[in-house]
Nanobody, 115 residues
Framework: QVQLVESGGGSVQPGGSLGLSCASSGRFFSVATMGWYRQAPGKARELVATISRGGITNYTDSVKGRFTISRDNAKNTVYLQMDSLRPDDTAVYYC?????????WGQGTQVTVSS
């Protein structure tokens, strides 16, 4: 079983920055595409960004140019740097590890953007 532990959420004013981390247990990380998803109140969970084991990244349009996903394979950790945050970025952010048809999820961390 893979455990994903997120950290780094919190509250910030519009235009501010936050960084999220997700530490993974086990060897699954080395073969997995890692991703960040988010779920706002009353909305479906949506993809934010993914990064393949080779470092290829993909972003949803609304965060392009503002968010950066990265991974440290030696530390089994994936990061999400969020800049120029907006109120509509407010959500619970979830870490995901995917390989083949196998998915693991973290417990989620709250990000609130408000003045």
């Amino acid at each position: 079983q893979v455990q994903l532990v997120e950290s780094g959420g919190g509250s910030v004013q519009p235009g501010g920055s936050l960084g999220l981390s997700c530490a993974s247990s086990g060897r699954f990380f080395s073969v997995a595409t890692m991703g960040w998803y988010r779920q706002a109140p009353g909305k479906a969970r949506e993809l934010v960004a993914t990064i393949s084991r080779g470092g290829i990244t993909n972003y949803t349009d609304s965060v392009k140019g503002r968010f950066t996903i990265s991974r440290d394979n030696a530390k089994n950790t994936v990061y999400l740097q969020m800049d120029s945050l907006r109120p509509d970025d407010t959500a619970v952010y979830y870490c995901n590890a995917n390989a083949w048809t196998i998915n693991f999820w973290g417990q989620g961390t709250q990000v609130t953007v408000s003045s």
